[in-house]
């Protein structure tokens, strides 16, 4: 992976044809989440509370996220969104 960042897991989030995988750099965790569906959803990610900044597949940002009490949610489509904490 960039910048140093390796494939640590992939998260369950409650439908085989939804993709959350996280990346891994030290303490420091990425996460690109699409779908296989053909119709884009919400899902929610189950994360502790924070502030996570978002990420089009086409590099422009897609603001920020706060997790809340189930998460972060997030709505996916065929294209992937990247994501994490803001610092």
């Avoid at 494939?7 to 939804?18: F, K, N, P, S, T």
């Avoid at 996460?31 to 900044?53: C, L, P, Q, Y």
């Avoid at 998460?71 to 803001?86: D, K, L, M, N, T």
């Amino acid at each position: 992976m960039h910048n140093g960042y390796v494939y640590e897991e992939r998260l369950a989030v409650g439908r085989d044809d939804d993709y959350v995988l996280v990346f891994k750099n030290s303490g420091d965790r990425r996460f690109a989440a699409w779908t296989a569906s053909t119709t884009a959803h919400r899902i929610d990610i189950h994360m502790d509370k924070g502030e996570f900044r978002v990420v089009r597949h086409t590099g422009e940002s897609a603001g920020s996220v706060s997790s809340g009490r189930f998460g972060v949610s997030i709505e996916v489509s065929a294209q992937p969104v990247y994501f994490g904490r803001a610092k």
